[in-house]
């Protein structure tokens, strides 16, 4: 079947977004005039939206902002810019690159997104052409790496099994560029490719000659896709929506479970907005992944809620329609039915950190990235010695879905100078730190998002600071629970899949949750609402040492909370605010 776009409206007329991207001729808009103005905002709102398809937002420091009001000048704009790295994976070349163009045109950091890509944050507007260019230049690209299209596919770093990985890693780059957009724009804008004006601007009952699988009004909203190998499900593969579980036997890749209808975010208050995990649907054959992917995309394409953008994810098409209709609308438009799903097990969704020597003979080195952000601080000169690693690296660097860096692929003869540079730069293999702190994960938040309404990547090591003790007193200091913060509820880091989980509220101010699957196959439940420090620290110590007296053996934080009665199992994401 073809890639017929039908667009079945919901609930009312498409939002102002919707006739935004229609009107930007293929996400052109009037970017070009824009960028040429050099006054630092002037930006209109169909280029701010446009931008996040091109791999970047407008934001502007909060920390300065009342000030700078104050003082009668504008906010002080500067640009994030997003790098897609399917499966996180890059050459030291490309490192190298990105670390340089930090330094030049940016804030002098880099982070490691909770989708294994690279973000760039304080870019300046006069700046951004350059630097996508040079991103280009070492053959990455920054195109969607935002907006509503199909964003940066993660997969498992996998480094005991490297064989398997380089399977799946092969999967996250043939799905990245087979479903990124066609659209000559980015290369018009950035590249200066040669501009292509004659593009048609309504929505044609046929093909689309320009996007011919997301037409000219793109997807309703966000699109991710995540592919685990088991025992492993460190890229919270449920939270996905579009999933894949790679299925091994006798140690050869025979294929994938899939799983639909996966997201984490939601609204404060808005009970019609909710977590939700995804709903595993079958089992397909390596040759059909593409397919699977392509033909899932363009039913949210067209039956995916136009008219509201809270309720315009996948998983509420999903549960709108329901799973058995997914499947059949699947199956017509592949032209064949998916196989049963086959048995698998999860175990985890953290990292192992330190050596582990791979399958092909070579090393791999997880370090431990707190909160992901690459940057040089009193007693660990991180962002200097990765720097001095990718000078003499022979692999690989792979970005973790936990926000930490594995140096890969190392041979035999290097492994001793590596970690003599580890070493003399005071860069952490995990072993130093707490098994609370390697299972954080937390967002960016403030000062730079324009969505945070508290902090989460600056606050999380100042709270974890305060639980460590309480945990080293109940002998739980050596225990693993995944405990997650995010500024909003738009869930970056994955808040709703942490055994103990914050998302803010107001400035100091979160939602507690707790009694999220270890492994990442349930959700966690509200427990708390609107409390600060002193009250999560009086929260947590007793039922910590509850937890350390009562547990039975080998039973993780978020299954004991159920058990003990503090909060109820999510069955689905409608009961998770209650």
């Known amino acids: 079947m073809a890639n017929r776009q039908k667009v079945v409206p919901i609930g009312g007329p498409p939002s102002d977004v919707e006739d935004l991207k229609l009107e930007s001729n293929y996400l052109r808009g009037s970017l070009e005039e824009t960028l040429a103005n050099r006054i630092t905002g002037g930006m209109t709102e169909l280029d701010n939206r446009l931008m996040k398809f091109h791999g970047s937002y407008m934001q502007d420091d909060r920390d300065v902002r009342n000030e700078r009001q104050k003082q009668k000048l504008e906010p002080s704009y500067q640009f994030m810019l997003r790098i897609v790295t399917p499966g996180g994976v890059t050459t030291p070349e490309q490192w190298l690159e ?32 350059r630097t996508i260019k040079q991103v280009n230049d070492v053959m990455l690209t920054t195109l969607a790496a935002c907006g509503d299209v199909n964003r940066n596919v993660m997969c498992n770093p996998n480094p ?4 398997i990985h380089s399977e799946v890693f092969k999967w996250s780059e043939e799905l990245t560029t087979h479903l990124a957009p066609r659209t000559p724009a980015y290369h018009e804008i950035w590249l200066d490719g040669e501009k292509v004006n004659d593009a048609p601007q309504v929505i044609t009952p046929g093909d689309d000659p320009v996007e011919p699988m997301y037409g000219p009004v793109y997807l309703p909203r966000k699109f991710k896709i995540g592919i685990a190998v088991p025992p492993s499900n460190d890229v919270d593969v449920f939270s996905q929506d579009l999933g894949y579980i790679a299925i091994v036997e006798n140690g050869k890749l025979v294929g994938f479970n899939v ?193 945070a309404m508290a902090e989460a990547e600056r606050y999380m090591p100042s709270l974890l600071e305060k639980l460590e003790p309480i945990l080293a007193d109940a002998g739980l200091q050596d225990k693993e629970i995944n405990i997650r913060m995010t500024g909003c509820p738009n869930g970056c880091a994955r808040p709703a899949l942490g055994e103990i989980a914050f998302i803010g509220k107001a400035v100091g101010k979160y939602n507690m949750y707790m009694g999220a699957g270890f492994s990442g196959d349930r959700l966690s439940k509200l427990y708390r609402e609107n409390i600060g420090e002193a009250e999560i620290i009086d929260t947590l110590k007793p039922i910590i040492k509850h937890y350390a007296t009562d547990r039975a053996k080998d039973e993780h934080f978020g299954d004991f909370v159920i058990r003990a009665g503090y909060v109820e199992a999510v069955t689905d994401g409608t009961n998770f605010h209650a």
């Open 160 to 163: 005991d099994q490297s064989d």
């Open 259 to 451: 799983s639909v209808g996966g997201g984490m975010g939601m609204t404060h208050g808005d009970t019609s907005t909710y977590p939700q995990l995804g709903k595993i649907i079958g089992f397909c054959r390596p040759e059909q992944v593409l397919n699977v992917a392509e033909k899932t995309i363009t039913i949210q394409r067209d039956y995916g809620n136009r008219s509201v953008r809270k309720n315009a994810r996948f998983k509420y098409t999903i549960d709108r329609h329901g799973l058995d209709w997914f499947k059949e609308e699947l199956a017509e438009r592949m032209g064949e039915s998916l196989e049963p799903a086959r048995p698998f097990n999860f175990e985890n969704t953290g990292d192992r950190y330190g050596w582990i020597k791979g399958k092909n003979g070579k090393w791999n080195v997880t370090l431990y990235i707190q909160s992901g952000r690459i940057i040089d601080s009193e007693g660990c000169e991180l962002m200097t010695g990765l720097r001095e690693i990718a000078k003499i690296h022979k692999g690989d660097f792979r970005l973790t879905a936990n926000q930490n860096l594995m140096i890969a692929n190392i041979p035999a003869g290097q492994k001793k100078k590596i970690q003599g540079l580890l070493e003399q730069y005071g860069i952490s293999e995990g072993s130093t730190e707490s098994a609370l702190r390697r299972s954080a994960l937390s967002c960016v938040a403030l000062p730079t998002c324009g969505l």
């Open 98 to 129: 990105i670390d340089k163009l930090a330094q030049k045109y940016g804030s002098g950091s880099i982070r490691f997104t909770t989708r294994q890509a690279f973000q760039l944050h304080g870019i300046l507007k006069w700046n951004l052409k």
